[in-house]
T-cell receptor, first 113, second 116 residues
Framework: NAGVMQNPRHLVRRRGQEARLRCSPM?????VYWYRQLPEEGLKFMVY????????ESGMPKERFSAEFPKEGPSILRIQQVVRGDSAAYFC???????????FGQGTRLTVV | AQTVTQSQPEMSVQEAETVTLSCTYD???????LFWYKQPPSRQMILVIR??????QNATENRFSVNFQKAAKSFSLKISDSQLGDAAMYFC?????????????FGKGTKLSVKP
């Protein structure tokens, strides 16, 4: 049973480009969460999605960031017009509907040059 | 708002010895979960141990145990018989009971070094 899969592991973008980060949850999981980890910091919650619905986006920056979890396919975290401050590790986690544990992927390290 | 504080940015322990990592949290809720996660250099977040706030008994997982003091809002992690593979960042996290399962509040972490 594959765990949470994130790709790419590393992503380099120039300032002003778009970054797309993908997350495939564990089999049977319908809840996806995105976190951001800045250097020397803990993970900060960004958004919580269920299939085709955004449940909680209280941690998402108001501009340039968006997330989706379509009926088919992976969840996507999209960052438009990236800036140097977006450089971070972005983690995805998934859980099932009744569980109390979220399982994490290995993260995508985004570097903006 | 919930907060989680880890006051030890770095800790060091001799192989086979015991080390305790500190964590305090702040919440107005009475029911919640607390977690310790390990993050090795691979970046993978690995759940080490979990505690439900309504349970008085401290959680234990092999060499890992917690000291949960609900009144003091303290949740320390004890690692016994430390091994080289225990070297990692350790994050304490809080989650409200009944909330979205993945909406965790993390501390800033403690970097644990294990000396051979």
């Amino acid at each position: 049973n594959a765990g949470v899969m994130q790709n790419p592991r590393h992503l380099v973008r120039r300032r002003g480009q778009e970054a797309r980060l993908r997350c495939s949850p564990m089999k049977g999981h319908s809840h996806v969460y995105w976190y951001r980890q800045l250097p020397e910091e803990g993970l900060k919650f960004m958004v919580y999605l269920q299939k085709e619905n955004i449940i909680d986006e209280s941690g998402m920056p108001k501009e340039r960031f968006s997330a989706e979890f379509p009926k088919e396919g992976p969840s996507i975290l999209r960052i438009q017009q990236v800036v140097r401050g977006d450089s971070a590790a972005y983690f995805c986690a998934s859980s099932n509907a009744g569980g109390t544990e979220a399982f994490f992927g290995q993260g995508t390290r985004l570097t903006v040059v | 708002a919930q907060t989680v504080t880890q006051s030890q940015p770095e800790m060091s322990v001799q192989e086979a010895e015991t080390v305790t990592l500190s964590c305090t949290y702040d919440t107005s809720e009475s029911d919640y979960y607390l977690f310790w996660y390990k993050q090795p250099p691979s970046r993978q977040m690995i759940l080490v141990i979990r505690q439900e706030a309504y349970k008085q008994q401290n959680a234990t997982e092999n060499r890992f145990s917690v000291n949960f003091q609900k009144a003091a809002k303290s949740f320390s992690l004890k690692i016994s018989d430390s091994q080289l593979g225990d070297a990692a960042m350790y994050f304490c996290a809080h989650m409200n009971y009944g909330g979205s399962q993945g909406n965790l509040i993390f501390g800033k972490g403690t970097k644990l070094s294990v000396k051979p």
